[in-house]
T-cell receptor, first 116, second 117 residues
Framework: DAKTTQPPSMDCAEGRAANLPCNHS???????VYWYRQIHSQGPQYIIH???NNETNEMASLIITEDRKSSTLILPHATLRDTAVYYC?????????????????FGQGTILTVHP | GAGVSQSPSNKVTEKGKDVELRCDPI?????LYWYRQSLGQGLEFLIY????????KSGLPSDRFSAERTGGSVSTLTIQRTQQEDSAVYLC???????????????FGQGTRLTVV
């Protein structure tokens, strides 16, 4: 699975949009971009995923560049409860006999702090 | 239950003792994963189950670590002769069986905090 690079930390004012970047320059054509977050003392929580089109759900929007080498997670109106570690993960479908399926490889993520 | 359940939530054990950590996945989820997270660190993959078989055990750090899953449901992670470096939060996740063909989000439990003294 492709490696991702995220800034170690970011700050955001409550009510403003939080834009979290992720670089995945070695992504291959069949690999998806996933975002999870982990609020302190809890297990990770799925946010959103995408392949090449921009995606939006009730939690966030995902913008993937045309060359798919980077993406941005957007929390449109950040709240204090959005303070968490955000993980960008790239993975693809299984290959025959491979062991990459079923495994999310977490990096260090971005610590997002939303302040009043 | 509605979510992934792990027990115990906290476990303190003496160095050298064996421990068993339990995971109850979401009903119907055939894929199950174990991770661990040391203090201030990211999540480290340990093992993946599809049904009762474990096609990927690549993350188990040593032969003191083992895991099994029975009836395609409950899983137990066993750590033998615990060491202080085993202290961490052990997280379990489950997802629908066709995780690798179509997207199916992984649901995580709250974890078991293991402290080896």
């Amino acid at each position: 699975d492709a490696k991702t690079t995220q800034p170690p930390s970011m700050d955001c004012a409550e009510g403003r949009a939080a834009n979290l970047p992720c670089n995945h320059s070695t992504i291959s054509g069949n690999e998806y971009v996933y975002w999870y977050r982990q609020i302190h003392s809890q297990g990770p929580q799925y946010i959103i995923h995408g392949l090449k089109n921009n995606e939006t759900n009730e939690m966030a929007s995902l913008i993937i560049t045309e060359d798919r080498k980077s993406s941005t997670l957007i929390l449109p109106h950040a709240t204090l409860r959005d303070t968490a570690v955000y993980y960008c993960i790239v993975r693809g479908p299984s290959n025959a006999g491979g062991t990459s399926y079923g495994k999310l490889t977490f990096g260090q993520g971005t610590i997002l702090t939303v302040h009043p | 239950g509605a979510g992934v359940s792990q027990s115990p939530s906290n476990k303190v054990t003496e160095k050298g003792k064996d421990v068993e950590l339990r995971c109850d996945p979401i009903s119907g989820h055939t894929a199950l994963y174990w991770y661990r997270q040391s203090l201030g660190q990211g999540l480290e993959f340990l093992i993946y189950f599809q049904g009762n078989s474990a096609p990927d055990k690549s993350g188990l750090p040593s032969d003191r670590f083992s895991a099994e899953r029975t009836g395609g449901s409950v899983s137990t992670l066993t750590i033998q002769r615990t060491q202080q470096e085993d202290s961490a939060v052990y997280l379990c996740a489950s997802s629908h069986w066709d995780w690798w063909r179509r997207f199916s989000e992984a649901f995580f439990g709250q974890g078991t905090r293991l402290t080896v003294v």
